[in-house]
């Protein structure tokens, strides 16, 4: 490694001009942003990185930080960090950061339009019509008015849905075991247990992050205590449900639906809801709008820069490696 003046930022994925164009003006470090970089590329360009920028594309997995000798902060452009060895970080002492403020509006919009598509079949309508078929008979939908709304994890996405839902006429029941008492939160929805929201939920959606306690958090067992003909979205992480299960409970009638936009691996290939008459499909489009494109990129660089430079650190997933 060469000895330089200032710190050095990596950008291994595809960052919006309006969080290039932060680093580009900011004197005091240089960047590299070659657009996505192939599993060799990101190596062989690491080891020179103090800071490494990425998005659900490339794994910051053990290798990958172990290359990285310079390496201080990983900042994801989104809110996700599965997709990073966090405890591996924390040993090295290398700080996570997240940015789990810019897309919440775009996740929390696509999580309604995919319920509404469910409940209306909207993609089965459209292509039934684009294929010159008039079948209204077939397309028979429900209302969300006076439903039960069951939000997973009402964090800023979740508690973004419970507002919308709001405005639907819904009855908003929430599980989320990070609540204090006293949080605001709880004014958006009816606070209970993880088996009082399944029991009574006519939609369930997950909002929760993806850790061991949370993988297969909607299994088999769950799904059987569920009501009959209810309908699950999942715009959060796709390992958060036993697709398999899910795949059996919608083929035998027990649940309606479901609207599926992350899958546990992606693309989905072989995956058992693929093809599956009642399910909606998206290709995981939850931060996938123009606005939440440049809102979390600037966010990442800013939060990189006031990190290297000002020793300022924000949203970081690990703490505790600060003090490693």
């Known amino acids: 490694m060469k000895p330089r003046s200032c710190p050095h930022i990596l950008v291994a994925d595809p960052l919006h ?9 900011t004197s005091g470090v240089t960047f590299a942003a070659p ?21 659900s594309g490339t794994p910051a997995d053990r290798e990958l930080i172990a290359a990285g000798a310079r390496l201080r902060v990983i900042c994801r452009a989104g809110v996700g960090v599965d997709n990073v060895d966090v405890g591996f970080a924390t040993a090295r002492g290398v700080a996570v950061m997240n940015t789990p403020h810019g897309n919440a509006v775009a996740a929390a919009e696509l ?6 598509a469910l409940a209306r079949h909207i993609p089965q309508a459209s292509a039934s019509v684009g294929a010159g078929r008039w079948d209204r008979r077939a397309f028979v939908g429900t209302e969300l008015r006076h439903k039960t709304l069951g939000i997973i994890g ?18 908003v029941i929430a599980h989320d075991p990070n609540l204090r008492d006293d949080d605001t939160r709880r004014a958006l929805a009816e606070c209970v247990t993880l088996d009082e929201l399944i ?15 949370t993988r297969g958090l909607i299994n088999a067992a769950r799904i ?7 309908r699950i979205i999942n715009a959060a992480r796709g390992a958060l449900v036993d697709e398999a299960a899910l795949a059996d409970a919608i083929r035998s009638g027990k649940v309606a639906g479901a609207a599926v936009d992350v899958y546990s691996a992606e693309p989905p290939a072989g995956n058992p809801l693929v093809g599956l008459p009642g399910v909606v499909h998206t290709p995981h489009l939850g931060a996938s709008t123009v ?34």
Do not use: C, W
């Not at 999580?111 to 509404?116: A, I, Q, S, Y």
């Not at 508690?159 to 009855?171: E, I, K, L, N, T």
């Not at 029991?199 to 306690?213: F, G, N, V, W």
């Not at 660089?301 to 505790?320: E, F, I, M, W």
């Open 291 to 324: 606005e939440a494109q440049e809102a979390v990129a600037v966010e990442a660089a800013q939060q990189v820069v006031d990190a290297l430079l000002r020793g300022v650190y924000r949203n970081v997933v690990n703490p505790q490696a600060l003090s490693t």
């Open 17 to 25: 001009p309006s969080g290039l164009a932060v680093l580009a003006e």
């Open 224 to 230: 059987a205590a569920m009501k009959d003909g209810v």
């Open 35 to 55: 657009g996505k970089m192939d599993r060799a590329t990101a190596l062989a360009a690491i080891p020179d990185a103090d800071a490494l920028i990425i998005r």
């Open 154 to 171: 009402l964090g800023r996405i979740g508690s973004a849905v419970a507002r919308r839902a709001a405005a639907f006429d819904m009855r």
């Open 111 to 116: 999580t309604f339009g995919l319920m509404l």
């Open 199 to 213: 029991a009574r939920s006519d939609y369930i959606t997950l909002h929760a992050p993806l850790k061991d306690a």
